[in-house]
């Protein structure tokens, strides 16, 4: 598989990776990258990822056949109409945002249609940190890549689309779009609200110096992600609000109940509580490790 010409749409992360991944597995022959900021497409002329960019989207999609969208949620519509009119017939056009729903809705109402060669995906694979010198090759390395076609995707885009993960090392998943949006937000969108909102609380208290310098290890490897893109996040909220809205109100019962488990001093269900859940955990890093090795 080689890939012509790709157009990356934000080349931060997610878009950066992807051209370092495909870069280092020659699958392609040119990189166009398009984003607003001069100083970041610049270093990533510098480091490598891309050979030239620009700032209009139009000129960037122009002449490509593999268009990647990378930048946050809230910017895809506008994305999706700046390249009206400028793909080339042969164009793909996929995405890396981390809700789907939202970005067939833009691309319907952009193009009044789902279009064919639209293959909306999600790497399930990243890190807090933002902009193309976060980026690195191997990031999708034994990854799992959801893709969501819809019954207007065209076979011929889906399979080049799957190809280009396959190139980068990852494995590649098919979901429907509302499986994927309520899947996430269980796995990835809940644990960032819980951080974001754990850290947020703890720095509004009084005595928040005393308490963030005596926070440990745990809290460390807890609130990590509390260190990621708050206007990615938004935009992940405002897309997924229904799925993460149900997921959020759902755990705030659970702990809940929790907390109620605790003020009754009820050891025995407490147990009870961690040991299913440690058996829960544990058994999810074994079935990580055994499917990095
Ligand atoms: N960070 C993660 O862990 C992660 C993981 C999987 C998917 N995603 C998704 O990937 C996408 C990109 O995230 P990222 O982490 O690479 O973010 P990033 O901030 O590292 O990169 C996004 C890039 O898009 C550019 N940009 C923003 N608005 C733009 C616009 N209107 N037009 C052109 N460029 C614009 C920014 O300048 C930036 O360079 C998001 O949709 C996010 O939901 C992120
Ligand atoms: O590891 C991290 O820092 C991430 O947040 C990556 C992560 C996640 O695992 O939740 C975040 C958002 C995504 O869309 C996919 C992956």
């Not at 994927?180 to 969108?189: F, I, N």
């Not at 997921?247 to 702990?255: A, I, K, S």
């Not at 009870?272 to 955990?281: G, P």
Request: glycine residues 8%; negative net charge; contains cysteine.
């Amino acid at each position: 598989m080689t890939i012509r010409r790709l157009a990356i749409i934000g080349v931060g992360l997610i878009g950066g990776s992807l051209a370092r991944a495909l870069r280092a597995a020659d699958a392609v022959e040119e990189i166009v990258g398009c984003g607003r900021g001069r100083d970041n497409l610049q270093r990533a002329v510098e480091l490598g990822v891309i050979d030239r960019y620009t700032h209009d989207v139009a000129e960037a999609v122009s002449g490509a056949d593999m268009v990647f969208l990378a930048v946050p949620l809230g910017a895809m519509r506008e994305t999706f109409a700046a390249m009206q009119g400028h793909l080339a017939a042969d164009a793909v056009v996929t995405d890396g945002g981390s809700s789907k729903y939202s970005v067939i809705e833009d691309c319907r109402a952009v193009f009044g249609e789902v279009l064919p060669n639209l293959v909306a995906g999600h790497p399930i694979a990243g890190t807090e940190n933002s902009g193309v010198e976060a980026s690195f090759a191997e990031l999708y390395q034994n990854r799992r890549i959801i893709l969501t076609p819809t019954e207007a995707t065209s076979p011929d885009a889906l399979a080049r689309v799957q190809a280009m993960w396959q190139a980068c090392g990852a494995e590649v998943t098919l979901m429907s779009v509302e499986h994927h949006d309520e899947v996430l937000a269980a796995t990835s969108h809940l644990p960032h609200m819980l951080a974001f909102g754990l850290v947020d609380t703890l720095a509004r208290m009084k005595e928040n110096d005393e308490i963030f310098r005596y926070a440990a290890g745990g809290f460390r490897d807890f609130t990590r992600i509390a260190s990621s893109n708050p206007v990615m996040w938004r935009d992940v909220c405002v897309a997924n609000r229904r799925a993460l809205g149900k997921m959020m109100n759902h755990y705030l019962g659970e702990m809940q109940e929790l907390a109620e488990t605790i003020e009754r001093g009820d050891g025995d269900a407490l147990l009870e509580i961690f040991s299913r859940a440690k058996r829960a955990r544990d058994r999810y890093i074994d079935g990580v490790l055994d499917s990095t090795e």
